[in-house]
């Protein structure tokens, strides 16, 4: 199968209100072209250097997702052209975006990871700490941030049942959150669902998916 009709495929099948975000990382320039020709205009990496290597050289109407997980000191090389940000996990890294912002004059989107997964290793925070962080003053002063709402991975198993329940607490958090709207936040997007089980999330509630290798192939690591 070619990659434009892997997108094709997963794209006739999504509902209407489910964003698709094509997962490029590791895959080179030409398959990102690919897919934009077929065309898909949202694309997610995890390493920020990656993402701005192929900003600098891809068409400029691209949409560019990080979504992995979050070094402050290289927020900088992506302020100026990031459209939306999963994987924020602290309010650290919520005032690093907010200065680099601020210089670029521009407002940046975010999305609060949120640990769903009964796995160790997962990044991201509770339902509590997310709760903190809507609720803080300190947020308020953060006027070049948008909190557009939650990511989240659910655990990494073959048991479906598992996995709709992780999403489905998760979209009841999410649903709950909007109590807290207010300038800067503005819980409207839930993240959630790749490849392995995009079908779940959209059941589950799921507004964007992050699809890597079931339209670009396998990857060789991450
Ligand atoms: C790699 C990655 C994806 C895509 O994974 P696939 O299984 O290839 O679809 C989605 N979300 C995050 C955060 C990732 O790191």
């Known amino acids: 199968m070619s990659i434009k009709n892997n997108l094709n495929n997963i794209s006739n099948t999504i509902p209407e209100n489910v964003t698709l975000i094509a997962v490029s990382k590791t895959q080179p320039v030409a398959s990102i072209l690919e897919a934009y020709q077929a065309g898909q205009r949202a694309f997610g990496e995890n390493k ?10 891809l ?14 000191n290289k927020v900088k090389y ?3 052209f990031v459209h939306l940000i999963h994987g924020v996990d602290s309010f650290k890294t919520l005032e690093e975006i907010n200065k680099q912002a601020l210089k670029h004059n521009r407002m940046i989107n975010c999305l ?7 796995e160790e290793t997962k990044f ?5 700490e997310v709760e903190q962080l809507l609720k803080s003053e300190e947020l308020k002063n953060l006027k070049n941030v948008n909190i557009s709402g ?5 655990s990494f198993t073959e048991n479906n049942e598992i996995i709709s329940a992780e ?6 958090f999410f649903d709950s959150l909007q109590k807290y709207k207010s300038l800067n936040v503005n819980p409207t997007i839930l993240s959630m669902g790749m490849s392995g089980d995009y079908k779940i999330a ?3 509630g799921s507004t964007m998916i992050r699809v890597g290798s079931a339209i670009f192939g396998s990857r060789n690591y991450n």
């Open 78 to 80: 992506m302020a100026q």
């Open 112 to 118: 609060l990871e949120v640990k769903i997964a009964s």
């Open 124 to 128: 991201g925070l509770s339902f509590d």
């Open 48 to 57: 920020i250097q990656e993402m701005t290597e192929k900003f600098d050289v």
């Open 150 to 154: 939650l990511m989240g991975m659910a």
């Open 202 to 204: 959209i059941e589950e």
């Open 167 to 172: 999403f489905k607490s998760l979209k009841h």
């Open 59 to 72: 068409p400029k109407d691209i949409e560019w997702h990080m979504i992995g997980h979050l070094q402050s």
